[in-house]
């Protein structure tokens, strides 16, 4: 089964907005065993939207079309699909009872564009929205799909896995493209690659990516064939033989956030966390509040920005600060006592640092960094230099704290 | 001129990488008045390359392609260019020179990668590589030119910016693309549309496409011709006829954040600002931290998941959490005005609401929200829903309490 993706949206076409849609879809397409030969993207103009549909229809499998759905009129996808079928708009029961639900929970009211998304293209499948008012169309034709969604990335995202995923898992067809992330942080791309050496005998023809970020380098294992267990046997194997060589870089698998597995970790030990945050300036707390059920380990969080906040929420000494600097490890340390003692949490964290572009020194450069660690045992803390950057030194920063805390509580190396 | 980008790479099709190249390549190809029409991805597949050139070439007056010149096995792009059009690969002087160059500056050997990279398709024209050892192939024939540019993005953002968007300035094509895009916050597309009315008298061949995003809907003017001046006026006057029918939505133009127009708002009136959040858990204060400089009017922010610290850091009395509960209007005022006493700021800012997933009820269902506002003349609270998704409530909390700061300093409604 082969497949093709149409992006349609003029900002895709003018760079404005890069095509994550066709990332996510391709992704999920694989991961039923799907192939995607081509992504294609094309304007908000219904002459070249019909071209395109007229062009590929006969060559793939699948056809995956996302974007102008919406209610204004620079949405044509909708009558562009009626032209290439010949079929018509009709009022759809299905639709509407979805849609003034949707209005409903936001305490909206029915309109004209409402009124207007509810015309749906006579003999297509309804692939319900449950997070704006346009719907999907699903058609099944000349041994062929066809599927029509949203640009909306979030509401395109639960589509796909809820039904487009759904019906290709349940049609179970015998082929695997299987992929396994190994999720690193703390070491560099290089010296993974060194310490991982050579690969081609563990490998015998599935491919492993890496894949650098600000915040670590992803491993990507990727394997395809018929038999499923088999397919499976070889990732365990691959992966198995990359954690002897760097388990204690890795911290999750499969897109995994250090966040998630640290909220795991606090989770099943009942420990609880409080957190000082100078230069991340609140990235560290909206990380882990990004975890459902956070606030059963998370007690507070504060961004002292000002030296006065730091006096006044984390009783760090006036003269330490005018001693040592607010960037110092002096600092770091008495910020992370500070915010564990007053939450009476278990482990306190701290960060200070110079995040930039300017108050960068000869002796304390943009990108310094010191974190803080404190729990019952001792108080600590590490310096670091992240290079530049302000957001990137932000994320390295949070990344870093998450990792001393990961590592401490496991009690690796 | 209309043009073609043609991405090749496995990467990009298998969802592992987003296709930022393209978007790049459009940015720069409009802002030579070159119009981008479609961008296609193909795999690192020689036959499915050389397809995608049949197909295209006769249909474009540019074709642009990007990825597969490197010196490994699954870089096949060269050899389908040469197959294209019939020509061989020959032994190139001036790659060789642009090559030793390379190498010598970073001290690395001639190697046997090198010496395939010189090879180079006959009857080229070079584009130089100042970052890689992948030579750029410019062809110009039956009056287009076809443009071969390597994947990795800063050899080839400088080569576009050096060579090829350098050659369409000499060219002097006298045709200009511009956009505008203005940024709103508070208000549903449709409600958007509604208000702006029919706008076919006021755009009058100019384009407005409305973009929705989580945090807002931007709204994107764009327009051609060949007359620069007369192009700018036209995007003046489309600006100026929204701008009448939705002002006050409007917080910022062109990719602008909220956090940095408040930025520049807070630093220009000299006032300061301090933060008390709880379902929105930093990411107020993180985005205000990514904008440089933030320091001078962030005094402190916390994240005050338990009541204790509601109590402790923001004075809340306990009696009120109890009787109204901490997801209530009047603990959002208390924290408000809490975090701005304490602080000592011009302005406090307050977050309490149920981001869930769970911890809803009936009465005080995911999504609702109170966000609470303190100065010296009055403290106050409001109420939205924000729907469900965790992130989404809050980023749409985040927007919105920054959003309510800006419209109160500068007066509007």
Chains 1, 2 share one sequence.
Not at 316 to 342: D, T, Y
């Amino acid at each position: 089964m082969k497949a093709i993706i149409i992006s349609i949206g003029d900002e895709i076409l003018i760079g404005q907005v890069l095509n994550t849609n066709a990332a996510y879809i391709s992704e999920k397409l694989n991961g039923v065993g799907i192939e995607v030969s081509r992504i294609l993207t094309v304007g908000d103009d219904e002459y070249e939207i019909l071209k395109a549909f007229k062009e590929y229809y006969s060559r793939y499998d699948i056809i995956v079309v996302t974007g102008g759905l919406g209610p204004t009129h620079d949405d044509v996808t909708r009558s562009a699909v009626c032209k290439f079928f010949a079929v018509k708009l009709v009022s759809s029961n299905e639709v509407r009872n979805n849609v003034e639900e949707f209005l409903k929970k936001r305490n909206r009211k029915w309109s004209d564009a409402a009124e207007n998304q509810i015309l749906f293209p006579a003999g297509a499948k309804v692939i319900p929205n449950k997070y704006g008012t346009a719907a999907g169309e699903f058609f099944e034709r000349d041994n062929k799909y066809f599927i029509v969604l949203p640009g909306v990335p979030y509401e395109m995202e639960s589509m796909m896995e809820d039904f487009v995923v759904q019906f290709f898992r349940d049609k179970k067809m015998d082929r695997y493209i299987l992929h396994r992330t190994l999720m690193t942080t703390g070491i560099a791309e290089s010296e993974l690659a060194t310490r991982l050496g050579n690969l081609d005998n563990i490998l015998q023809g599935a491919k492993l990516a890496f894949l650098p970020s600000p915040t670590g380098v992803r491993l990507r294992i990727t394997i395809s064939g018929t038999n499923k267990n088999q397919c499976e046997n070889r990732i365990q194997t691959i992966e198995t033989y990359i954690r002897e060589k760097a388990n204690k870089f890795i911290y999750g698998v499969d897109e995994e956030s250090l966040e998630e597995v640290l909220g795991k970790i606090l989770t099943e030990r009942k420990l609880t966390i409080a957190i000082a945050e100078s230069c991340t300036g609140g990235m560290i707390a909206n990380k882990i509040t990004n975890v459902p059920s956070s606030s059963s380990y998370l007690e507070r969080a504060v961004t002292t920005y000002s030296n006065q906040s730091k006096i006044d929420l984390l009783n760090v000494p006036k003269n330490l600060i005018e001693m040592c600097g607010a960037v110092s490890k002096e600092v770091a340390e008495a910020m992370a006592l500070g915010i564990r003692q007053n939450a009476g949490t278990d482990i306190g964290i701290s960060t200070t640092g110079i995040a930039g572009p300017t108050g960068g020194t000869q002796e304390k450069p943009v990108g310094l960094v010191w974190i803080g660690y404190s729990d019952a045992n001792k108080s600590s803390a590490q310096k670091f230099n992240f290079g530049d950057g302000r957001i990137r030194i932000k994320e390295r920063t949070s990344q870093a704290a998450m990792e001393i805390v990961r590592r401490i509580i496991l009690k690796i190396e």
